[in-house]
């Protein structure tokens, strides 16, 4: 039933387990759905009837997705969070490091402590409103093309980077020497995040035992 297999899909595709064990729990969930389908049938519902009590009697997508990662790995969202938060620090770090020792290799271009911290502090930040923001729209938006982290991250960040080049164009004597990345500093943090919440993904994947292990601590 494409109904049944589309909306278990929904459930399981990001979970951070490997294939195999998305697809022995997306066949357990089916098969648990459709045995429910057969009971209703039983009672009298026609077939399209009991498919949509069947899915509405599991609830939410979202929220079984969530519970479900919770049960697998409880702290996934905060762990995700500050590595992000991290990861995009010492990214722009090293951007601003760079650029400097490129534009003035003669100085001392190494970054004080209290920069470095305060650059984590604004980024903590930017970072924690961007994810209550996401959550509260996946929360409410049915369509999961909008929903997908690399459309609601990746597109805003690709529209103001467009934006931003149309003030560079217009006046490049603003930004002269390394300047320039002042004015991209959020693009490349965002793109910096959404690489780096794609990366955790991929880690806990191919790691879960090792985070597991690590979160029972």
Known sequence: ??????????????????????????????SHLNEHVKELIIKGHSKDEAVIHAIQSFGSENELNWEIKKAIFPLYKVIRYLWNVVFVTVILCIASYSIMEYYHPEFDNSLPIYSIVTEMLLVAIIAGVVEIFYEAFISVSKSKYFTNPWFFFLVPTLLLGILLSFSLLNNPGNYKEGLWADLFAIPIGALAYI????????????????YKRTTVK
């Open 1 to 30: 039933m494409k109904e049944i297999e589309s909306f278990v899909k929904s459930i399981v595709s990001d979970l951070p387990m490997n294939d195999q064990e998305k697809e022995d729990l997306k066949e357990e969930l089916i």
């Open 195 to 210: 690489i780096s919440r794609q990366l955790f993904t991929s880690l806990f994947v191919r790691n879960k035992n090792e």
